[in-house]
């Protein structure tokens, strides 16, 4: 007979449960642009310029349309991340300033 078999794939990495140890990359990027950090805003273009531009490309169907969309949401996040209530809703409110703005 067997024994069983601890489930360790439920952990997390390093053990630690519930949020414990671990940085949110969104929560330290609002951060960042909250502080008006200098690299904070070229961290939101490599972190979400995809993620926009698709949503951009899906919205208004034209590429050049589309990269136009995503560098006035980006830069629009960038200005007014202060507005922003919550970091648990930063993709959301991304989002919805891409939707705006396309």
């Known amino acids: 007979m067997s024994t069983p078999m601890q489930d ?3 952990s997390p990495p390093g ?3 519930g949020g414990t140890g671990r ?5 330290a990027l609002v951060e960042k642009l909250r502080r008006e950090e200098p690299d904070a805003p ?3 273009v490599a972190t979400f310029g995809d993620r926009v531009y698709r949503l951009a490309i899906r919205i208004t169907g034209n590429e050049q349309d589309a990269e136009e969309v995503t560098q006035d949401a980006l830069w629009t ?3 007014k991340i202060h507005t922003l209530k919550g970091v648990s809703a930063f993709g959301a409110w991304l989002d919805r300033i891409t ?3 396309a």
């Open 8 to 10: 360790t794939a439920a």
């Open 15 to 17: 053990g630690a449960r």
């Open 23 to 27: 940085v949110d990359p969104e929560a």
């Open 42 to 44: 070229e961290q939101l």
């Open 77 to 79: 996040a960038a200005r």
């Open 99 to 101: 939707d705006n703005t």
